[in-house]
């Protein structure tokens, strides 16, 4: 059974800087993509982050240059490192993982509350 636990969510003051984890357990192959989410209510979940096991990453415009998401291959780890953090980053993050076991599958985080506010 594919579990993918977060934590790191929190309520920061603008400018402030959050790192999220999100540690993947099971058995399985390989994770070819992990990634970070989010979502505020009434609207859809919005792609923030995507990194692959080679390392390729890729980013909504909104968050270039102040998000930096990594994983560590040997932990099942990915993070997101999160600076310059402003009030429309407000929202429910959800980890998300690509998952080779039997066959390949998406699965995700229960996520977690990241809320910037003064």
């Known amino acids: 059974q594919v579990q993918l636990v977060e934590s790191g969510g929190g309520s920061v003051q603008p400018g402030g800087s959050l790192r999220l984890s999100c540690v993947v357990s099971g058995s399985m192959f390989s994770i070819p993509t992990m990634a970070w989410y989010r979502q505020v209510p009434g609207r859809q979940r919005e792609l923030v982050a995507v990194i692959t096991s080679g390392g390729g990453t890729n980013y909504v415009d909104s968050v270039k240059g102040r998000f930096t998401i990594s994983r560590d291959n040997a932990k099942n780890t990915v993070y997101l490192q999160m600076n310059s953090l402003k009030p429309e980053d407000t929202a429910v993050y959800y980890c998300?993982?690509?998952?080779?076991?039997?066959?390949?599958?998406?699965?995700w985080g229960q996520g977690t509350q990241v809320t910037v506010s003064s």
């Open positions: 998300n993982a690509r998952i080779l076991a039997t066959r390949l599958e998406s699965y």
